[in-house]
């Protein structure tokens, strides 16, 4: 009898963890949907495009405009979309959507606030967070923690950081949430 009950709860446990964990594939979809167009224009303008910037530019602008819109709507209902309700593919979507609003930087705080619970949960990316940490510094006018976000030098063909918080360490805060080294992720810049 106590290995029936054992038995029983277990496939109720089961049966619970399951059913919080399934995947929302309808929101899932819909993100990698706005995802993919997000992308569309920015490879565009990273290639020879039959486009001109002009085209690029306007597109790429309504484009995030139109997903801003759908993401705070989802963040109004479901928080920050983690693994667990759109999958790994999902939620790195979604973090490039808010990535991409710029024009509403409380919008973007909101949302990393909400990240940073999910992440807390290994429910979220951890270096999606600190490149959304870094960009909403950037955008406020503060030094960046992980040296994230950079600018190029189009004479020179160099990739620098913006300003960053104690400089000597970033390389071990960037370790400790999965990001390459700071010079080697430069380097990508600046093969571009």
């Not at 909400?114 to 290994?122: C, D, G, I």
Request: hydrophobic residues 40%.
């Amino acid at each position: 009898m106590k290995q029936l009950t054992s038995l029983l709860l277990l496939i109720i446990l089961s049966t619970i963890a399951f059913g919080q964990s399934k995947i929302d594939t309808a929101l899932q979809k819909k993100i990698l949907v706005l995802f993919n167009n997000d992308q569309k224009w920015r490879i565009e303008a990273d290639k020879k495009s039959a486009f001109d910037t002009a085209t690029i530019n306007r597109n790429m602008f309504q484009t995030d405009s139109l997903s801003q819109v759908a993401a705070k709507a989802i963040i109004a209902k479901y928080g920050f979309p983690g693994y667990s309700l759109v999958g790994e593919d999902g939620s790195n979507g979604f973090w490039a959507l808010i990535q991409h609003c710029d024009n509403d930087v409380p919008f973007q705080q909101k949302s990393l606030k909400l990240m940073s619970a999910e992440v807390k949960k290994h429910n979220a990316s951890g270096e999606n967070f600190a490149l959304l940490q870094d960009r909403v510094l950037v955008n406020t006018g503060h030094k960046q923690i992980y040296g994230t976000q950079v600018r190029m030098d189009l004479k020179t063909n160099k990739a620098h950081p913006f300003p960053i918080q104690d400089s000597l360490n970033v390389d071990a805060r960037r370790k400790a949430v999965g990001l390459m080294p700071l010079n080697d992720y430069l380097k990508l810049f600046e093969g571009h």
